[in-house]
């Protein structure tokens, strides 16, 4: 529930430990768990069910849809949208008998970033920004800025808009059939023109 010194709200159901930081406007929805130290940005959705552990690092408004758990070493950069019950590992190769946190990758999402419900990350791996990983999607290598990607394991069918629109691509060049905004490809790898 939030305290009068408080300007993000916890809902009763949920636990937030001494030490986290939570920036304003954030909402934290029924039984999820902050732990010490989780950084987490002004404006951001915390759905049901989800866990952000101590070296987590969650950016301005972030949306993270229910039944989600951000591990250590996971860094969700800005406007980042996490779909229900996707996944992110920590370790390329768990053994409950072999202890391995000090193995744990970074998996860094970039900034606008979509990550669709039920989609695997599997850690050591980064998503470009404004990238857009389909439902059911299995990344198991680097995601490019404003890619497109799906299947599993996830491959590349296509180029993303800021807004959220597959691009039209014509040779280099993409155009945005919502907004019309346009893309040149440079260097292999897409950018606003």
């Not at 952000?52 to 039944?67: P, R």
């Not at 406007?79 to 229900?84: A, E, H, L, M, S």
């Not at 996707?86 to 990550?115: D, I, Q």
Request: aromatic share 8%.
């Amino acid at each position: 529930m939030t305290e009068a010194n408080q300007d993000y709200f916890v809902h009763e159901s949920s636990y937030v430990d001494e030490g986290a930081e939570i920036g304003a406007g954030t909402k934290i929805w029924h039984f999820s768990h902050v732990l010490p130290n989780a950084k987490i940005g002004r404006g951001c959705v915390v759905g049901q069910n989800v866990s952000i552990a101590s070296a987590a690092v969650v950016g301005d408004n972030v949306k993270i849809q229910n039944n989600v758990a951000i591990y250590d070493r996971v860094i969700l950069e800005d406007d980042v949208f996490c779909g229900p019950s996707m996944v992110f590992t920590n370790v390329v190769n768990p053994r409950s008998h072999v202890p391995r946190k000090s193995e744990y990758l970074e998996t860094r999402v970039g900034r606008g970033a979509t990550l669709g419900a039920n989609c695997t990350i599997v850690c050591g791996n980064s998503v470009g920004k404004y990238a857009f990983v389909g439902a059911g999607a299995v990344v198991t290598r680097d995601v490019p800025d404003y890619a497109l990607v799906f299947g599993n394991p996830a491959k590349q069918r296509g180029w993303m808009c800021q807004c959220g629109v597959r691009l039209k691509m014509t040779g280099d060049d993409g155009e945005c059939p919502a907004c019309e905004d346009r893309y040149v490809m440079v260097d292999g790898g897409l950018r606003p023109a």
